[in-house]
C-alpha cells in the first residue's frame, strides 16, 4: 500500500510540474486539467528503452523538469513585483533586494530562517522530482501492455485537442506542452542576454551627436533654465485608470487653469518605458542617454562609456547642469557619467525634517531646496536641473501636508506629521484598494508641488519637463498594465513649444488615451533636434571612461 500511495505521490508531483503556471494568477482547476505532451513523449521513451539507459534518461529529464520548476517559481515572484518573467542572464542580482524585503519585514533572524527555507525548497525540487520520474519510469516498464495502451490512447486524444484546439477553459488548451514551451523559451531567452552584450557594443558606438560642438547644440534653449522632473512611480495608470485618474485628472485640469493664468502653455504625450514597478535608474539612464536600458549589464556597460547624455550635451553647450536627487543616501558611483557641474544627494540639500517612510524629504522642500541654491541669483548661466521627486515613491503612504512656500524653511515644520517607517515592499502586504489610494494622493501631491512651483517661482526663463520613470507596481495596476508613463513639456515662452508643434502632442497637463506614445530612448535625439542641435562630424568610436 504504501509503495502505490509513493507511486501517485510521485506521478501527481510530476504532472502538477509539467502544468504548473508560471503567474500566480493563473493558478486555477483549469490550468491542470490538460495532457502534458511530455508525460506522452517520456512515457513512449520509458517503454523502448533498456533499463539501464531508462535510468539514465529518466534521472536527466527528472533534474531538467526540476531546474524549470525553480524557474517557474522565480516567475512567479518576478510577476508579481516587476510583471515580467525571471531573467535567468540578468537578474540573479535581484534576488539580494528579495532578501532585503524579508530582512526589512521579518528582521535579521527571519531573513536567515527564509533563506533557509528557500535553499531546502530548492533541494527537495532538484532530489524528488528526478526520483519521482525515476519511479514513474519503473512502473511504466513494469506494466509495459497497460502503459502502452495507455499511452496510445492518451496520444491519440492529445493529438485530437490540439488539431481542433480544444479547451475547457477559454486560453487553455487540452493539449499542453507547457514545459516544451518554458524550455525552448528559456533557451531563447538566455541566448539573446548572451548576444545582447555584444548588440549593445555596437549601438553605444553609434551616437549621431557625440561629436557636436557645443556652440551647434541647443542653440533654441540658450538663455532658458530647463528643469527635468521625474516624478516617480508617476503612469498612465494614474490619468487613465478609472479608480485612480478622476481626482488626478482633476488636478491636472486645475493646473491648466492655474498656469494659464500665470501665463504658460503645456504640451503632454507617453513614453513607453524600459522598466515597471521598480528600477527607476533604468528609465533615468534611458532618457538621458537615448539608449534602451532595460538591464542591469546594459546599465554598467552604459555607465562605463562616454555616451553623450542629455546633462552633458547643455553641459557642452554651457549650461551649468546639476542633480537634484533627495534619494542618493550614500556614495553614488554612477553620478560622473552624468556630466553634472553639481549633485546634491539628500545630505547636500539641508533638510532638518523627518524623512517620510521611504522618501527622505518631502517633494516640496526638494523644490524649495533646489530654487534656493541654483535659481534666486539673477545674474547667473543658464541651468540644466534634473530633479528626481520621490514622495510618490513606494509605499506611497504617509505623505507630508502641503504648505506655504515661505513657511518651509529647513523642513522642520514637518516634524510634527505622522511619517512611518515602512519601506517599499510594504504595499505587498496592504489592501490593493488602500494601496491604490495611497499612490493616487502621492502622485497628486508630487504633481500639485510641481504646478505651485511653476506658479511661484517661474519666470519667461523656465522650460519644465516631467514625466514618470516608470508605472507603479502590479498591486496597483493589475497585471499586464502597459508601461507607459506621462510627460509634459510647460514653458512661458510660445516659441519652445512652436518648436515641438511636430511631434502632434497634445496641450495640457495631461496626455490623453490618443496622445502619440514614443519609447523612451527616442526623446534624447528628438529633443536635440527639435531646439537646433546638428549632427557632429563622425570620429573614431570614443572610448571609455575607465
Not at 90 to 103: M, Y
Not at 109 to 137: C, D, H, Y
Not at 237 to 246: C, E, F, G, K, L
Not at 309 to 331: D, K, Q
Request: hydrophobic share 45%; net charge neutral.
Amino acid at each position: 500500500m504504501a509503495a502505490v500511495v509513493l507511486t501517485v505521490l510521485a506521478a501527481l508531483l510530476v504532472f502538477v510540474a509539467l502544468l504548473a503556471p508560471n503567474e500566480f494568477d493563473r493558478f486555477t482547476v483549469g490550468a491542470f486539467l490538460r495532457i502534458p505532451v511530455e508525460l506522452l513523449v517520456a512515457a513512449a521513451l520509458f517503454l523502448v528503452l533498456p533499463a539501464t539507459a531508462r535510468r539514465v534518461v529518466a534521472l536527466l529529464a527528472g533534474l531538467v523538469l526540476a531546474l524549470l520548476t525553480i524557474l517557474t517559481l522565480l516567475d512567479i515572484s518576478f510577476f508579481g513585483t516587476l510583471d515580467r518573467p525571471f531573467d535567468p542572464v540578468f537578474d540573479w542580482s535581484l534576488l539580494e533586494d528579495a532578501a532585503g524585503f524579508v530582512r526589512d519585514s521579518l528582521g535579521r533572524s527571519g531573513e536567515i530562517a527564509a533563506e533557509v527555507a528557500v535553499v531546502l525548497l530548492a533541494v527537495a525540487v532538484l532530489v524528488l522530482l528526478p526520483l519521482s520520474v525515476l519511479r514513474v519510469s519503473r512502473v511504466v516498464a513494469r506494466h509495459r501492455k497497460a502503459s502502452a495502451r495507455a499511452v496510445a490512447g492518451l496520444a491519440a486524444v492529445w493529438l485530437f485537442c490540439a488539431v481542433f484546439d480544444a479547451r475547457l477553459v477559454p486560453g487553455l488548451p487540452l493539449a499542453a506542452a507547457n514545459t516544451a514551451s518554458l524550455a525552448y523559451g528559456r533557451v531563447e531567452q538566455v541566448d539573446a542576454g548572451l548576444n545582447d552584450r555584444t548588440a549593445f557594443a555596437a549601438q553605444l558606438r553609434s551616437d549621431a551627436f557625440q561629436n557636436t560642438p557645443g556652440d551647434q547644440l541647443l542653440p533654441a534653449l540658450r538663455g532658458k533654465d530647463v528643469v527635468l522632473a521625474f516624478v516617480e512611480s508617476y503612469g498612465r495608470s494614474a490619468v487613465q485608470d478609472p479608480r485612480i485618474a478622476p481626482k488626478v485628472d482633476a488636478l491636472l485640469a486645475d493646473g491648466d487653469r492655474r498656469l494659464a493664468a500665470a501665463g504658460y502653455s503645456s504640451r503632454s504625450a507617453f513614453l513607453t518605458s524600459p522598466t515597471y514597478g521598480g528600477g527607476s535608474w533604468l528609465a533615468h539612464s534611458t532618457l538621458l542617454s537615448g539608449l534602451w536600458i532595460d538591464n542591469q549589464q546594459r546599465f554598467t556597460a552604459l555607465e562605463a562609456s562616454n555616451r553623450l547624455t542629455l546633462t552633458r550635451a547643455f553641459a557642452r553647450a554651457s549650461w551649468r547642469t546639476v542633480g537634484i536627487m533627495p534619494g542618493v543616501t550614500e556614495p553614488w558611483p554612477e553620478a560622473p557619467f552624468y556630466g553634472y557641474d553639481k549633485v546634491y544627494a539628500s545630505w547636500d540639500l539641508g533638510y532638518h525634517g523627518p524623512p517620510f517612510s521611504w522618501a527622505t524629504m518631502p517633494d516640496q522642500y526638494t523644490l524649495l531646496a533646489f530654487q534656493r541654491a541654483e535659481r534666486q541669483e539673477p545674474q547667473r548661466p543658464s541651468l540644466m536641473a534634473q530633479i528626481v521627486l520621490v514622495s510618490s515613491h513606494a509605499p506611497w503612504s504617509p505623505l507630508p501636508h502641503p504648505v506655504g512656500w515661505a513657511d518651509v524653511g529647513d523642513g522642520s515644520i514637518y516634524n510634527g506629521e505622522a511619517t512611518g517607517n515602512a519601506l517599499p515592499r510594504a504595499i505587498l502586504g496592504r489592501d490593493p484598494t488602500r494601496v491604490r489610494n495611497d499612490y493616487r494622493d502621492s502622485i497628486e501631491y508630487s504633481l500639485n508641488s510641481l504646478i505651485s512651483y511653476v506658479e511661484t517661482f517661474g519666470d519667461d526663463r523656465l522650460v519644465l519637463v516631467f514625466l514618470g520613470d516608470h508605472q507603479p507596481a502590479s498591486v496597483v495596476t493589475g497585471q499586464h498594465a502597459n508601461r507607459d508613463v506621462p510627460i509634459t513639456i510647460v514653458a512661458r515662452d510660445r516659441s519652445v513649444l512652436d518648436r515641438i508643434s511636430g511631434w502632434g502632442w497634445q496641450e495640457g497637463l495631461k496626455p490623453g488615451p490618443q496622445a502619440p506614445v514614443w519609447r523612451m530612448d527616442a526623446f534624447r535625439d528628438r529633443f536635440l533636434t527639435a531646439f537646433g542641435s546638428t549632427p557632429g562630424p563622425a570620429r573614431t568610436p570614443y572610448p571609455p571612461n575607465r
